[in-house]
Structure formats: C-alpha cells, structure tokens
C-alpha cells in the first residue's frame, strides 16, 4: 500500500487540471495543513487555491487522498484525486 503525505506549503494539482490544460494556475493549491473537525473529529485537509480570489478549502481528509472515480472520469491519467504538482 502506497502511503502519500502532504506537508505544509506543498503545491498539489487536482485531477480536473487535465481537462483544462497546463497553463496558468487553475486547480492548483497550496496545502495548509491538517485539521480535526470539532464536533466530528473528521480528519479534514486544509488548502488554498492558487487562482481566482484564492480561497480556502477544506476537505475530508479520505476524499483529499483519494483515487480519481475511473468510471466518472475515464480519460483522466492522474491517479489521485489531490497530487504533487510536477510529480510524475
């Protein structure tokens, strides 16, 4: 089993930047950090966008690190929802 972290400042690419092309910063983010939701104690994955008024998001943790749906989205190569930008 794979085992991915992201640590804080990290720049991650979400999958749909493949269907937009590789220029500019549309569906990049910044990696804040971890957070524990308060009344849950869901594990949430706090980031920022690096385009438009660059918001912040977050995320259930287990859907930050998860797989790309494959049926949903056949065409798509990146295997994970959320990854490194630049990694190959």
Known sequence: MEIR?????????????????????????EIIGEAEHTESGERLMVYRALYGDMRMFARPLDMFMSEVDRE?????????????YGEK
């Open 5 to 29: 972290k992201f640590e804080k400042g990290d720049i991650v690419q979400h999958f749909k930047r493949e269907l937009t092309g590789p220029e500019g910063t549309r569906y990049l983010y």
């Open 72 to 84: 949903k989205y056949p065409q798509i190569r990146q295997k994970y929802r959320f990854e490194k």
